[in-house]
């Protein structure tokens, strides 16, 4: 099932690339297996799938411990401070920062676990009081202030669009996290291939307004806790 399940995103995401001209290569797959077992993750790895997102460290660490490395693992939920540890010995890429208090504690895990960590910060491009991520007021100093981390690679934005059936005001969400990104390289000099956005439900949309890595779990796996 997922393998078809696949077959027809992929197909999903060509068809929107080919609609603004852009290459289905620059669009990542992070296939979210959030609630399910091991053995899905499997399933996915067996259909193709490079890149397994999982939003909770506790849960990630469970199935780390039986798929280990034949995967890459992305961290795309919340981050608490007391997790980052863990974290950082699963993860290749976290989607979620989203303070300078959360970037002092990975910069200093980092430099523990002698490493350096790919990240992406979370942008609160709805206003809805419910998400994560830094307000795009405050973007720029959270940016300068990752920038002093020498330990973690700031690589793009991350966010999560509105809930809502309004495809107006999905794509606004889009389109603002692009136009942030694209201020940030402009203002300090520094390339930022990455936008993380896009999910089961507007992932069309995210690519049509530049998405390079879009996390899809239920398009793949079926609705969670079915
Ligand atoms: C669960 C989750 C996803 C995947 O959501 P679907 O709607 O199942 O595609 C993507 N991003 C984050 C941060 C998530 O928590």
Redesign the pocket.
Known sequence: MVKKNLSLVKERIAAACERVGREASEVGI?A?T?THPPDVVRQAIDAGIETI?E?RVQEAEAKYAEIGDACKWHL??HLQRNKVKKALEIFEMI??LDSARLADEIEKEAVKQSKSIPCLIEVNTSGEQSKFGVAPDNLAHLVAHVFKCEHIKLVGL?T?GPLTDDQVAIRKSFSRLRTLRDRIENVFGHYLPHLSMG???D?EIAIEEGATLV???????GP?GA
Not at 215 to 221: A, H, K, M, N, P
């Open positions: 992070v979210v959030k997102g939003n795309v939920g989607h979620s991350m999560i999910m089961s439900d992932f996390r899809l779990g239920r398009v793949l796996f969670r």
